[in-house]
């Protein structure tokens, strides 16, 4: 494969518009390959991405190991784009173990490297990633925030695949506001902009769609509709990712179908297809789903010896996950069982359980939006703060040049007046006392002149202090008199006005500006005061 297309190749990954599967297999002949003769960086980055496929169609274990085999290298001597992606897989293998509070955090961080790269495909994904998070803590508001920016930067690209995945995701926000027939109706909506007309290529997020309304039909209990959707999506998983692991949600979709038709035997086949799938390399998630599949048709049917089969199944992979949703969930089982065996001491036990866990939650809930509020109530009294100190130093900046271009005329005026006075001494010479009070009256008002002179250098001086530390910061060798002259230059005194500011003659500026030149390593036909104007303060 030439390098144009190996290039090629990671970019369609990155957009999203090739198949993950095709991508999968695409990666793993160029990795595999012995013939190609590939740099420890080029191994590292094809890993990645690798990885990025292998977790899209479901292989965890795969696509952490590959992970774990280039973290490494990526986090020393990877470039930002491969440490950011790095960072959004990391978050969501987290989100996937429900750790969604660390998934965050690096999810954020993906998001804040995308954006400092201005990769618009990549920021997308992390949008994407950060709105699935904050959906999983409950942070309805937070999510749909993400995911607006993340529509309106797919609209302003014009990708019609990238705005159906921005709807879908949306959608899943929205599901438990509403009833399950605005939801089914919400979903074939989305079906339908979905269909018309046909994008060319097929991939995860069509299978989502159609997952989405098969389980929204399923909530209105349409046996039909759900068969339908399901089929469709697993039609699409053939096509694309066959054999993977993304088979999983159809195995607890045909459960459900089972259960809602009482067919015992299809939703045990079901159910352990699904439970067998995932030991080769999900998270348990899924087999949690499936248990509970299992314990709920067999306490409906009074079968309490497989019921508690199932609820202990179910608890080992809670105590495997660790979340407090999973917990929480596992708990209101228990509640149901007892219920069933008439054990009120432990009903009343795990009610009480329910509810502090649900009392934590919502506190975790607060703390985190309290912890966002103030983070940005804080950004926005620092926004605030520097636009009251720009305007500050912008008012300081115009009162300086208008007492300098007021000391500028009267100097003019002076000079003026004495060179006239000059020449009527020369022509009466009786009148030469009067012109020596008129030269003492002149030459007082020059002193006072100098006087002015430096109040307006310390007022300037004070101005533009923090310019005059960040420049001598970054060039050590300036001498306060170059430095003065910079913070000049920079509130946009010419050379002229500097000269008559510093009581000095243009030329000997000249010179000062030379030196100043030589000694911020500018070339011949570089900007001096462009150069002043890029210094931060």
């Not at 969604?100 to 400092?116: C, D, S």
């Not at 995945?165 to 979903?187: F, G, H, I, T």
């Not at 699409?236 to 607890?252: E, G, T, Y």
């Not at 015992?264 to 030991?279: A, F, G, K, R, S």
Request: proline share 1%.
């Amino acid at each position: 494969m030439k390098k144009k297309e190996k290039e090629h190749t990671i970019n369609i990954l990155i957009d999203n518009t090739m198949p993950f599967f095709q991508a999968q297999k695409t990666l793993s002949e160029l990795l595999s390959d012995k013939k190609k003769k590939l740099t420890q960086k080029e191994t590292m980055s094809y890993s990645l991405q690798l990885a990025m496929a292998e977790l899209a169609i479901g292989n965890t274990a795969i696509s952490l190991q590959l992970l774990a085999d280039c973290e490494k290298h990526i986090l020393s001597h990877g470039l930002p784009i491969e440490k950011g992606t790095l960072w959004l897989l990391r978050s969501m293998h987290l989100s996937a173990q429900a750790k969604y509070e660390e998934a965050l955090q690096l999810a954020q961080r993906a998001l804040n490297t995308a954006q400092q790269l201005n990769i618009n495909a990549f920021t997308f994904r992390c949008l994407i990633n950060c709105g699935r998070i904050c959906l999983r803590l409950l942070l309805n508001t937070e999510s749909l925030a993400y995911l607006n920016s993340a529509l309106e930067l797919a609209r302003k690209l014009n990708n019609k695949h990238q705005i159906i995945v921005c709807m879908y995701q949306q959608n899943e926000v929205r599901k438990d506001l509403v009833s399950p027939e605005e939801n089914l109706r919400n979903a074939e909506e989305l079906l339908a902009y979905r269909t018309r007309p046909k994008p060319a290529t097929e991939d995860i997020s069509d299978v989502h769609i159609y997952e989405a309304a098969a389980r929204a039909a399923l909530a209105c209990g349409d046996i039909e509709k759900t068969k339908q959707y399901n089929q469709a999506a697993t039609e699409i998983k053939n096509r694309i990712a066959p054999n993977s692991v993304m088979q999983i949600d159809r195995f607890l979709l045909l459960a459900n179908i089972a259960v809602l038709e009482k067919d015992e035997n299809e939703m045990l086949y079901q159910t352990t297809l699904c439970i067998d799938t995932t030991q080769k390399g999900t998270t348990p998630l899924s087999s949690l789903l499936a248990y509970e599949v299992r314990f709920e048709y067999y306490l409906r049917h009074n079968n309490i010896k497989k019921a508690k089969q199932n609820l202990d199944a179910l608890n080992a992979c809670t105590v495997k996950i660790g979340s407090q949703m999973s917990i929480n969930k596992l708990n209101k089982c228990f509640v149901k069982y007892y219920q069933k065996t008439e054990n009120a001491a432990k009903e009343l036990e795990y009610i009480k359980k329910i509810n502090e866990h649900e009392t934590q939650a919502q506190q975790e809930i607060m703390a985190y939006r309290l912890k966002h509020i103030t983070a940005l109530h804080q950004l926005e009294i620092a926004e605030k703060e520097n636009k009251l100190i720009t305007q500050d130093l912008h008012l300081k900046s115009q009162e300086l040049s208008m007492a300098n271009h007021y000391l500028q005329q009267r100097n003019e005026l002076l000079s003026d007046l004495k060179g006239s006075i000059n020449l009527l001494k020369k022509e009466n010479a009786q009148r030469e006392q009067i012109f020596q009070t008129l030269f003492k009256k002149i030459d007082a008002a020059f002193n006072k002149e100098d006087a002015e002179k430096e109040i307006f250098k310390e007022k300037f001086d004070k101005t533009h202090a923090h310019f005059i530390q960040a420049l001598t910061r970054q060039y050590s060798t300036l001498s306060p008199t170059e430095s003065r002259i910079c913070a000049l230059l920079h509130s946009g005194f010419n050379t002229k006005e500097i000269a008559t500011l510093l009581s000095t003659s243009e030329r000997n500026i000249e010179t000062h500006r030379l030196h100043i030149r030589k000694k911020l390593g500018l070339k011949q036909g570089a900007n001096l005061n462009m150069t002043l104007a890029a210094i931060k303060v």
